[in-house]
């Protein structure tokens, strides 16, 4: 046993040595390589932001500017001074802690004018340790002639200091655990004896029985032998373990912790027992298009989609979608299915085919010249027309069969049905299906009934959304003028004190659920997070501009997002508060859409035009007011524009909810930035800090924007706080809990009678 113990504690120690050692060894390189980086950073950022002005300053031979320029730049961490050398490598001015330093040029300076760019190197002067990093100074109004370089000059003695603490402090770790491992491993051998082997098959005897809580610590297990003949009912206690997990989990998830996907999966698997939930929706979440002779999955950007796929890879149900992808029909099997995402299957997708009509008609036709209009208050007048109507009802048709196969030898299906695209379709599948519980969410706002009133099929609409067990709606008013419309369209008993339309012997409920966005817990000390403020060097680089305060707007190219009014709100801001000039860039991100219809292909040369007007009227050669992105952005570029942004502006003129502005804040790990908000957005009765303004009132907005950027940063960050937490506890899973647990939980009413029939009817009749 003693020789034993020797061998044990001499190879712990060496193990725990050379394993210390060695992690010391990575990470004084990972440290040193970090601090290095760090500092050229900083070095290249500060040459840079000086550059333009001292170049002003010398070829205006201002030299009280040039000395005021540098001083306001001179307290920087680790700065120990900045020179300025004229063309011939001749030091011209330097900052009095340089005076005694750069005696003479350092060969970077000449290195750099020689090569016209910018070069930083380490360099040991003497004791000192530096970082020089030297930019190119040039004639800005002439033909661009080296006026000379601006060499900016850092202390990096603290790096070596830092390694050396790195490595005393790894030494000493290294030694304090040697110490206790050492002690602790002759307790544990001395201890390791037939008793805690035996008290430990005893405990574990008890804990398979029930007789001991799965909270008490097992005893010390060194020797397997005497635990044997516990293994071969290991297995069966396992299995009774995970049962009882969870059924815990189950009485977790009715408290009031956050919805996360894992809770939201034991939530619908209980409500739904033994049936099955179908999403349908217009737009499908996974689209196939060819690149030359193979083809690429691409993922649609679309807030519908981030707000149903979580739910969907949660339960492992069916979303049915048109399959608009030039390359869907070669990637589904024999019934039109696959299994998405591609790399992580978690759900199965059904597409169905339409055909270029019956797409022209129904979805650009009716669904976007028609209904898009009629329910939004955007002063765009709606276009009915008659084919339009037939081919609308034709797809709602193609749809329900498709429904009604996915559901065929299904007990108990949920379906729910997504948007305007849709609203026959759920007294198509109530009449084959009464058993089916179906809902609808409208994810636009729903008109008083004058404005609902101009559609000629108001009825035939009425009467299909009411097939519903539920509608839902972003807002309670839009669900109150709903129930109005019904009421003074249809013939039909209003519950107003349950919210709910009872026609032909039918209940229909009709309630709000605010819908949202994943929240994604971060991590701000992630060691592997780009910094904000380099974030924003890097976008601001990209765009070729210089500027102090970005403003961001994300939307789809529409007429309701309000973006030729929010462009002249900017425009308004710079005539009123004119140092915002050359210091406020606006990015617009604008996602073409709908380009098919002249109102949207018209709409887009009129942002276009109104950017390039307001830019020609304010820009220099540096800056310009508006940098209008024209083109489909990814989740992961959107999402570097929201954190290097100081504001957000979702300036609808009618929205149901607007994705854009609780995707804003759960971008912000930071807490920091500003939400301008339009008042006709559903997300306005959420966000109760947001700046809300009335995007028609451009002086309004123009002040909110002032405001937003000369906010305290304290009020900013409580601001930014309190509505990431509304996003946080109401996320996408609490809005698809919700939804479908309200749908679950609704009493159907079906007689023999209703069940007879609706087997007898077909939706293509």
């Not at 307790?187 to 809580?213: D, H, N, Y």
Request: aromatic content about 8%.
């Amino acid at each position: 046993m003693r020789l034993f113990s020797a061998r044990l504690i001499v190879s712990l120690i060496v193990g725990i040595t050379l394993a210390s050692l060695s992690s010391a060894y990575y990470q004084v390189l990972v440290e040193r390589r970090g601090m290095r980086k760090d500092l050229e950073r900083r070095a290249e950022v500060l040459g840079e932001s000086l550059a333009g002005s001292v170049e002003h300053d010398l070829d205006k031979g201002s030299t009280r500017s040039l000395e005021r320029t540098v001083k306001r730049f001179g307290n920087r961490e680790h700065l120990i001074g900045i020179a300025i050398y004229d063309q011939g490598n001749k030091l011209t001015f330097a900052t009095p802690e340089l005076a005694s330093i750069l005696k003479t040029t350092p060969p970077i300076v000449v290195q750099s004018l020689q090569e016209n760019q910018g070069i930083g190197s380490f360099q040991k002067l003497g004791d000192l340790r530096l970082h020089i990093y030297v930019v190119p100074l040039h004639r800005p109004e002439d033909d661009g002639a080296l006026l000379g370089g601006l060499a900016i000059v850092n202390d990096a003695g603290y790096i070596p200091d830092q390694i050396r603490g790195i490595w005393r402090e790894t030494f000493l770790s290294a030694l304090v655990y040697v110490l206790i491992i050492t002690v602790i491993t002759l307790l544990i051998v001395r201890w390791s004896i037939a008793g805690p082997i035996a008290r430990t098959a005893q405990w574990m005897r008890a804990l398979r029985t029930g007789r001991v809580s799965v909270r008490q610590h097992a005893p010390d297990l060194q020797l397997f032998r005497p635990l044997a003949r516990e293994v071969a009912t290991l297995t069966e206690s396992l299995n009774r373990a995970r049962s009882a997990a969870e059924n815990e989990a189950r009485l977790r998830e009715a408290s009031v912790s956050l919805w996360t996907a894992d809770r939201l999966a034991v939530h619908v698997r209980t409500l739904l027992g033994e049936g099955r939930l179908l999403v349908v929706s217009n737009r499908e979440p996974y689209l196939h298009v060819r690149h030359g002779k193979s083809w690429e999955v691409i993922v649609p950007p679309s807030g519908l989609v981030t707000a149903l796929e979580p739910v969907l890879r949660a339960c492992d149900g069916t979303w049915i979608a048109h399959g608009s992808g030039d390359a869907d029909l070669q990637t589904v099997d024999a019934h039109d299915r696959l299994r998405v995402p591609p790399d992580d299957p978690h759900y199965t997708l059904r597409r169905v085919w339409l055909s270029k009509s019956e797409e022209e008609g129904y979805y650009y036709g009716f669904a976007n010249e028609g209904l898009w209009p009629l329910c939004h208050i955007a002063h765009t007048r709606p276009i009915f027309r008659a084919s339009d109507w037939e081919h609308y009802q034709a797809v709602n048709y193609k749809f329900a069969r498709a429904v009604l196969d996915e559901i065929e030898d299904v007990t108990n299906p949920v379906v729910l049905i997504q948007d305007y695209h849709f609203a026959l379709l759920p007294e198509l599948i109530k009449r084959s299906r009464p058993d089916a519980r179906v809902a609808i969410f409208w994810h636009i706002p729903w008109p008083n009934p004058e404005a609902f009133g101009i559609c000629p099929w108001q009825r035939e609409l009425l009467d299909g959304l009411l097939g519903a067990d539920l509608i839902g709606f972003h807002i309670q008013s839009h669900c109150n003028n709903f129930l109005q419309t019904v009421d003074r369209a249809l013939e039909s008993r209003i519950e107003w004190e349950h919210f709910a339309v009872r026609r032909l012997d039918h209940l229909t409920k009709v309630k709000p659920f605010p819908i949202s966005v994943d929240f994604a817990e971060e991590h701000p000390e992630d060691e592997a997070r780009t910094p904000t403020y380099l974030e924003r060097a890097a976008l601001l680089k990209s765009l070729s501009i210089e500027a102090t305060f970005i403003g961001l707007g994300v939307d789809r190219i529409d007429y309701t997002k309000g973006i030729p009014e929010r462009f002249l709100a900017i425009e308004r801001l710079l005539e009123k508060y004119p140092y915002f000039q050359g210091q406020f860039t606006f990015i617009q991100i604008g996602a073409p859409s709908r380009t098919h219809i002249k109102r949207y292909h018209d709409l887009l040369a009129e942002v276009e035009a109104e950017a390039e007007r307001i830019n020609w009227r304010f820009q220099t050669e540096k800056w310009k007011p508006i940098v209008f992105l024209s083109r489909h952005h990814t989740h992961e570029e959107v999402n570097g524009y929201y954190r290097a942004a100081d504001l957000c502006l979702v300036t609808s003129l009618h929205d149901g909810m607007n994705l854009v502005a609780k995707e804003f804040l759960a971008a912000r790990w930071d807490e920091r930035g500003v939400l301008v908000l339009s008042c006709f957005t559903g997300a306005a009765r959420e966000l109760l800090d947001a700046l809300v303004v009335n995007p028609y009132d451009i002086d309004q907005t123009a002040e909110a924007i002032r405001v937003g950027l000369e906010m305290d940063p304290e009020e900013k960050q409580l601001r930014m706080h309190r509505m990431r937490k509304v996003v946080r506890e109401h996320n996408v899973y609490h809005w698809a809990g919700s939804l479908i647990e309200e749908l679950c939980q609704l009493r159907l009413d079906i007689s023999t009678d209703s069940k007879e029939k609706g087997k007898a009817v077909s939706p293509v009749a």
